[in-house]
């Protein structure tokens, strides 16, 4: 059981928003920044979103990031099929004094 | 270009030590934070620990702490993971990814990998 918690799944059609939510503590994501990695099937992780809402160089405008208190979200707003894949949260835990992911949520494209 | 190039996939037994390398090129290795990820069949991405190939300051988690060895060779921009003593539960593939000087603890490049399958 992670201590960032993702739900494992979502699904939308294409063109559809999905939101991915990631929920942690004060020592976490109260604390310190959240990035969210996308990750295709069968590939190496990729950075999607880093410092709770920034995109990389390249990153299609349709993702979004955010962070309210012990939260954080993800949002994909006119989903494409080449969106299937997995994505994870990801921040520093000050207590653990180590990097956190979360568990990962699917998203499916119907 | 900006890449890790991680090395090719092994397959060991039991008991039996590997290190397996994440050599950077493009970019002033010695200058950023590698960290290590590994990702079991199936399941999720966990952070195994980072160093500093510059001074090889080494961090690791808790997690991770006594059972693997991470170190660097900023001469030949290349950073190492290792065990001694391999066991089943170590079938999984393990990333190197750089840190992001913009965003702390960012992973702004990853390797592709390296499968590491350990069966008798």
């Known amino acids: 059981q992670s201590v960032l918690i993702q739900p494992p799944s979502t699904s939308g059609t294409p063109g559809q928003r999905v939101a991915i939510s990631c929920s942690g503590s004060?020592?976490?994501?109260?604390?310190?920044?959240v990035h969210w990695y996308q990750q295709l099937p069968g590939t190496a992780p990729k950075l999607l979103i880093y410092?709770?809402?920034q995109r990389p160089s390249g990153v299609p405008d349709r993702f979004s990031g955010s962070k309210s208190g012990t939260s954080a979200s993800l949002a994909i707003s006119a989903l494409q099929s080449e969106d299937e894949a997995d994505y994870y949260c990801?921040?520093?835990?000050?207590?653990?004094?180590?990097?956190?992911f979360g568990g990962g949520t699917k998203v499916t494209v119907l | 270009e900006i890449q890790l190039v991680q090395s090719g996939a092994e397959v060991k037994k039991p008991g039996e030590s590997l290190k397996i390398s994440c050599s950077g090129s493009?970019?002033?290795?010695?200058?950023?934070?590698i960290g290590w990820v590994r990702q079991m069949p199936g399941k999720g991405l966990e952070w195994m620990g980072i160093?500093?190939?510059?001074?090889?300051?080494?961090r690791y988690s808790p997690s991770f702490q006594g059972q693997v060895t991470i170190s660097a060779d900023k001469s030949i921009n290349t950073a190492y993971l290792e065990w001694s003593n391999l066991r089943a539960s170590d079938t999984a593939i393990y990333y190197c990814?750089?840190?992001?000087?913009?965003?702390?603890?960012?992973?702004?490049?990853w390797g592709r990998g390296t499968v590491v399958t350990v069966s008798s």
């Open positions: 410092s709770n809402d």
């Open positions: 990801s921040t520093w835990d000050d207590n653990l004094n180590g990097l956190l």
């Open positions: 493009g970019y002033k290795f010695f200058a950023y934070w």
């Open positions: 990814a750089r840190q992001s000087i913009i965003s702390a603890n960012a992973f702004d490049i």
């Open positions: 004060n020592s976490n994501i109260g604390t310190n920044t």
């Open positions: 160093i500093y190939p510059q001074d090889s300051d080494t």
